[in-house]
């Protein structure tokens, strides 16, 4: 009965249910973005954002208080739209737009959205970047904290690895890493790849703070990434959540090619309808 509970009276539940129909609809517009990558994310982004988690503004996004949050899987990143919008960071009509004309909503985001810090489009920069940010913070004497979402399949970047040695040996304690470990890349399951197991147990080994997390449960990664924020001791964190690639489209779920898998425009409503 608790669970059930919790299922059904969570406010980010909620709220992570109105993200992924969001990110169907942007789908249904823009057919050129990478919707299963982006359903993976949707309990993170809500938790980040609606969570207490993340410190920001949206009337002023370069606000010098904010918390930075690196988003290195950046094609993975669609379902953030209609979170900016509905927090004010731009009009929602734009969602509407998404890869049309005259529109600065693009299937790969870049800093000329409002909210947006770097540009993502080629994987394993992101981790590099707010090692920069973060020891730059650091230097400063600043409190904010850097947040990093990287994909399991971009692990594969060997720029990613480099960025997990610099940050230990450098004590960024004010860097958290997000791994939305989905176990599909764009071309096979991760496992067929490069097999990442243990990752827990590499990521500890070069002196990180590891932490796991269903990924799909917002109530739950709101409260670990609040703990890792808070947590000091000269020691990078890193949190993995567990995900399901196109998560609540189940012709995508549990698919190897799902990277790359597009949904017709005309059955994208019955799949809303069916999340009902």
Avoid at 39 to 51: D, K, N, P, Q, R
Avoid at 56 to 74: Q, T
Avoid at 150 to 176: I, R
Avoid at 249 to 273: C, F, T
Wanted: proline letters at 5%; charged letters at 25%.
């Amino acid at each position: 009965m608790q669970v059930a509970r919790k299922e059904m009276c969570s406010p980010l539940r909620t709220k992570a249910a109105w993200v992924r129909k969001e990110a169907l609809r942007v789908h249904k517009v823009a057919q050129e973005t990478r919707i299963a990558s982006s359903l993976s994310c949707v309990e993170i982004f809500t938790a980040l954002f609606y969570g207490h988690v993340l410190r920001f503004n949206p009337y002023d996004p370069a606000w010098e208080g904010r918390d930075r949050l690196i988003i290195s899987k950046g094609h993975g990143a669609i379902s953030l739209y209609p979170i900016l919008a509905d927090l004010g960071y731009f009009d929602r009509k734009e969602l509407d737009r998404v890869c049309g004309e005259g529109t600065f909503l693009g299937g790969i985001p870049d800093p000329v959205i409002p909210g947006f810090e770097t540009v993502n489009g080629s994987l394993g920069h992101g981790p590099g970047v707010g090692c920069g940010m973060a020891i730059a913070l650091k230097r400063k004497g600043r409190s904010e904290t850097v947040f990093v979402l990287v994909g399991d399949g971009e692990l594969c970047e060997g720029s990613v690895w480099e960025a997990v040695m610099f940050a230990s040996m450098h004590g960024l304690d004010n860097l958290v890493l997000i791994i939305d470990r989905n176990n599909v890349s764009m071309l096979d399951f991760c496992k067929n790849i490069i097999d990442l197991n243990p990752l827990e147990e590499k990521l500890r080994a070069f002196g990180w703070e590891v932490s796991s997390v269903d990924g799909h449960d917002p109530d739950d990664l709101a409260l670990a990434l609040s703990r890792l924020k808070g947590t000091q001791g000269n020691r990078p964190k890193a949190l993995i959540a567990d995900t399901i690639k196109g998560k609540g489209v189940p012709s995508l779920e549990s698919d190897a090619l799902s990277h790359i898998r597009n949904i017709r425009p005309e059955e994208v409503d019955s799949i809303i309808e069916a999340m009902r």
